[in-house]
């Protein structure tokens, strides 16, 4: 009788996945360290700065430019002074682009700008993904560590009970090295188990870019609370690729108006002062005034002449641009609908297998193993059918725990899918 009381309450140890372990580290602290610590996400994150201050200087004018020159001077003597019009030329001129063509500058550069902005977004709802992944990876091994752990000390005292019982001559030799066995195998799972939660653990070390945390400080946490999942279509608009899409068929459309408005003139407009130093001994009768400086004004445009060549490719070029931005919108589109409609039947399936473990699978497998234990002790059964019934209560706590974990994980995923930003 003692030893069932025993084994009953180690067998209720198992559930302890339900409470985290003490420690620093938490999944809100690794995440919020990830964020501002990955190398890939502050990339991406800076890329999208710089084109962000780029647009806004892309619907600039072009700079004015600003000449100075000396101007007809002699050659032999490159003097400012002998020749009627020679002088200092100070002159100033500015490009003055098709009314149009710096709106759709500005809009093509925005637009590109916020393609790179989802981008960035996309990597750092990955980026929680993959920590909320492994951290449930690393939680799961470490609980099921624990589980096996629970079951070693069990079996030791099995053994101890066996090997009692064999001196009393109540017992077998062949039971006592079963038992032996079955505590060996225990071992070598465990060495597993702590082989995989340590490989989850260095994942996490990668994701995050921190190397001032251990393992031991890092507390693995699974609630096995599922919510209910529902199975309509959520919004998912705010996924950074579907954002993404739609920024570059906005830059594609600026892209074909930039090229039409190619086929179109610039303007230049500008202004010379000459300033003169004539010599006012060299003055003839019904030449200029001595030493009178002088304005010039001068208004020019291009000749777009070769736009069979150039604007003509260009416009053909944007306008299949266009195709293929708003083919991979939808194609972005369909691919979302069914990779959320699947990770929805997944949560959905996930949480129906998590009840009926709590409710029939554990609680069967424990009164299964309990009236074995009772069945072994008054002679109904040998000790191969009980060990087989603890390895069944043993099997259906790590699968349990595994379910919980996968619908975490999944969730996680769906979460990335919807666009669903960490803290939102």
């Known amino acids: 009788m003692a030893i069932r009381v025993l084994i009953r309450s180690v067998l209720a140890a198992f559930l302890i996945f339900q409470s985290a372990q003490?420690?620093?580290?938490?999944?809100?602290?690794?995440?919020?360290?990830?964020?501002?610590?990955?190398?890939?996400l502050i990339a991406a994150q800076s890329r999208y700065q710089a084109m962000r201050h780029e647009a806004k200087a892309a619907g600039a004018l072009p700079d004015p430019a600003f000449t100075i020159s000396a101007m007809d001077l002699p050659r032999k003597t490159l003097s400012l002074t002998e020749m009627e019009m020679s002088g200092i030329s100070v002159g100033m001129s500015q490009t003055i682009p098709w009314p149009g063509m710096l709106a759709a500058k500005s809009r093509y550069s925005k637009f590109t700008a916020e393609a790179e902005g989802a981008e960035a977004n996309s990597r750092r709802n990955s980026l929680v993904r993959k920590i909320k992944h492994f951290y449930y990876e690393y939680s799961y091994w470490s609980f099921a560590e624990n589980v096996v752990s629970d079951n070693i000390k069990l079996s030791e005292d099995i053994i101890t009970y066996m090997e009692t019982r064999y001196g009393n001559g109540g017992g077998s030799l062949e039971e006592v090295a079963s038992a032996r066995v079955s505590k060996s195998e225990m071992i070598d799972h465990r060495l597993h188990f702590k082989e995989q939660r340590r490989a989850a653990f260095y994942m996490l070390k990668q994701l995050v870019n921190d190397t001032s945390w251990a393992d031991t400080?890092?507390?693995?946490?699974?609630?096995?609370?599922?919510?209910?999942?529902?199975?309509?279509?959520?919004?998912?608009?705010?996924?950074?690729?579907?954002?993404?899409?739609?920024?570059?068929?906005?830059?594609?459309?600026?892209?074909?108006?930039?090229?039409?408005?190619?086929?179109?003139?610039?303007?230049?407009?500008?202004?010379?002062?000459?300033?003169?130093?004539y010599d006012t001994s060299h003055v003839n009768a019904g030449h200029m005034l001595p030493?009178?400086?002088?304005?010039?004004?001068?208004?020019?445009?291009?000749?777009?002449?070769?736009?069979?060549?150039?604007?003509?490719?260009?416009?053909?070029?944007?306008?299949?641009?266009?195709?293929?931005?708003?083919?991979?919108?939808?194609?972005?589109?369909?691919?979302?609908?069914?990779?959320?409609?699947?990770?929805?039947?997944?949560?959905?399936?996930?949480?129906?297998?998590?009840?009926?473990?709590?409710?029939?699978?554990?609680?069967?497998?424990?009164?299964?193993?309990?009236?074995?234990?009772?069945?072994?002790?008054?002679?109904?059964?040998?000790?191969?059918?009980?060990?087989?019934?603890?390895?069944?209560?043993?099997?259906?706590?790590?699968?349990?725990?595994?379910?919980?974990?996968?619908?975490?994980?999944?969730?996680?995923?769906?979460?990335?899918?919807?666009?669903?930003?960490?803290?939102?």
């Open 22 to 40: 003490a420690g620093p580290e938490t999944l809100d602290s690794l995440i919020q360290t990830a964020l501002k610590s990955n190398a890939s």
């Open 217 to 277: 400080t890092l507390a693995p946490f699974m609630t096995v609370s599922i919510d209910s999942i529902s199975q309509e279509l959520p919004d998912y608009t705010r996924n950074p690729e579907m954002v993404g899409a739609a920024a570059r068929s906005e830059a594609a459309n600026a892209k074909l108006s930039l090229a039409k408005s190619e086929y179109w003139p610039e303007f230049m407009i500008g202004a010379d002062y000459l300033i003169r130093k």
């Open 291 to 424: 030493g009178e400086d002088i304005w010039s004004f001068h208004f020019g445009f291009t000749l777009p002449l070769w736009f069979f060549a150039k604007q003509k490719k260009m416009t053909t070029a944007a306008k299949f641009e266009i195709e293929s931005a708003r083919a991979d919108e939808r194609a972005v589109d369909v691919e979302l609908k069914q990779s959320i409609r699947e990770a929805q039947l997944m949560l959905k399936s996930l949480a129906e297998r998590t009840r009926h473990f709590q409710m029939s699978i554990i609680p069967l497998s424990e009164t299964a193993y309990n009236s074995a234990h009772v069945a072994y002790e008054v002679g109904q059964i040998d000790f191969q059918s009980l060990l087989e019934d603890q390895i069944k209560v043993y099997e259906s706590k790590l699968d349990h725990i595994e379910i919980v974990k996968e619908y975490h994980q999944t969730k996680a995923y769906l979460d990335e899918l919807i666009g669903l930003e960490y803290g939102g």
